[in-house]
């Protein structure tokens, strides 16, 4: 058994990740084929708990230390390597690694008492700081999710070594040097995998449909289907239990979401739970090549992102219809139902209901309704610590429904 327990901590940036950050911390993001929980847990070898929103521990993520070991606060918008996770290993009781003024994991000893979640209020002489000397991926904003996403993937391939892969059948074609790895169970026929610039991860019991076009840097984790002739272009990962039609590009799809038709997205991040109905579109460039503003929860409006490609960002539980058309840039809340003709707005609030004629307050008893049906069909269970949860997350947007 490891002598360390890990406190992994949303910090006071963790508005700048709604609202994928509403339903869940930062941790438990998924980027490259691991959830940051799962690297840190995998590299350090230890077991975690969580350092977050009061609403959220009391769902799911309760904060519990152990007095009896040595208690590692690391950052949750830090993403591990292994070079990172050797500094941290390496931490004594009462040392914090920051990189610049990046605050990256302090060792608290047996101290079980939880810290303020600020990045630099515990530092005021609390500690001895000491700065990494090795290169991170390190999140600022939602959408270094999918910009360094590519490189996640190849990241996490480390964490793979131990591990065994299986062989994909001969009547598909593999293209490139860089490595597919290949779970249990996995069904893939008649498909081209291209590795020529990144490699390709297959978790168990995914199913390949013929004529399916891969590109690599590429994660589908465990229990994935592509359909038929879907087109997944790099840097992209298909979260678990996602179906997945069509055309993809440099997205990162959490899980149990599904694009299970033809049409396009790139440049994206779908939470948990979502449903993209046939011919869904969302433009990542705009006609005139400019820079992309994106609606920012933390400054309550919108803000440049200097980026020239960026899709959508949609919160966990939200649906929308056949033939939707998103914008450049648009950021979609929790439990969104969106439908009808043309573009919608670019900032559609949490719990909205319509599109691009207008939206109206989506009621959270028939948001529930909803939700309860699709988990029903996993046999998954809709508690009441989940609901009560949801609740919160929809009185604190309420204000932006208005």
């Given amino acids: ?88 290993l390496a931490l004594q009781p009462g040392e914090a690694l920051i990189k610049g003024e990046f605050l990256l994991a302090v060792n608290r000893g047996n101290d079980i008492e939880k810290m303020p979640l600020t990045t630099h209020e515990h530092l005021n002489g609390d500690f001895s700081v000491k700065q990494s000397n090795v290169p991170a991926i390190n999140l600022h904003r939602i959408n270094d999710i999918f910009t360094h996403n590519g490189k996640a993937i190849v990241e996490d391939f480390e964490l793979l070594k131990n591990h065994i892969s299986a062989k994909l059948s001969s009547s598909n074609i593999v293209i490139g040097t860089h490595p597919v790895f290949v779970g249990k169970n996995v069904i893939a026929e008649a498909s081209t995998f291209n590795t020529t610039k990144g490699p390709i991860y297959i978790g168990d019991n995914v199913e390949i449909m013929e004529g399916c076009h891969l590109r690599g840097p590429l994660a589908i984790c465990e229990n994935a289907v592509l359909k038929m002739g879907a087109k997944i272009y790099g840097d992209t990962t298909i979260g678990p239990g996602s179906k997945i039609g069509g055309e993809v590009s440099n997205c990162v799809i959490f899980g149990n979401s599904n694009k299970a038709h033809d049409g396009f997205i790139g ?118 610590k989940e609901i009560a949860m949801l609740k919160t997350v929809f009185k604190k947007t309420e204000k932006h429904r208005k």
């Fill in 1 to 88: 058994m490891s002598n360390f327990r890990l406190v992994l901590f949303d910090d006071d940036s963790r508005s700048q990740f709604l609202p994928l950050a509403w339903t869940k911390p930062i941790a438990d993001f998924r980027i490259g084929i691991f959830t940051i929980r799962e690297k840190w847990e995998q590299r350090l070898k230890s077991e975690s708990t969580t350092a977050t929103a009061d609403y959220l521990q009391d769902f799911a993520f309760p904060y519990l230390p152990d007095a009896t070991k040595q208690n590692l606060w690391i950052n949750s918008r830090v993403v591990p390597t292994g070079e990172l996770a050797f500094e941290v």
């Fill in 267 to 384: 440049n994206s991040v779908i939470g948990e739970w979502c449903n993209l109905g046939a011919d869904t579109n969302c433009s990542n460039l705009k006609n005139n090549y400019g820079e992309i503003a994106v609606w920012n929860y933390s400054i309550g409006g919108s803000e440049n992102t200097g980026m020239q490609f960026h899709g959508i960002i949609m919160g966990d539980h939200s649906k929308c219809g056949i033939n939707t058309m998103f914008n450049t840039g648009t950021v979609i809340g929790v439990a969104a139902n969106i439908f009808g003709g043309g573009f919608p707005a670019k900032f559609i609030p949490d719990f909205s209901w319509g599109g691009g004629d207008g939206l109206s307050e989506y009621q959270f008893e028939k948001a529930v309704e909803t939700i309860q049906r699709v988990y029903e069909r996993r046999k998954i269970k809709l508690d009441a």
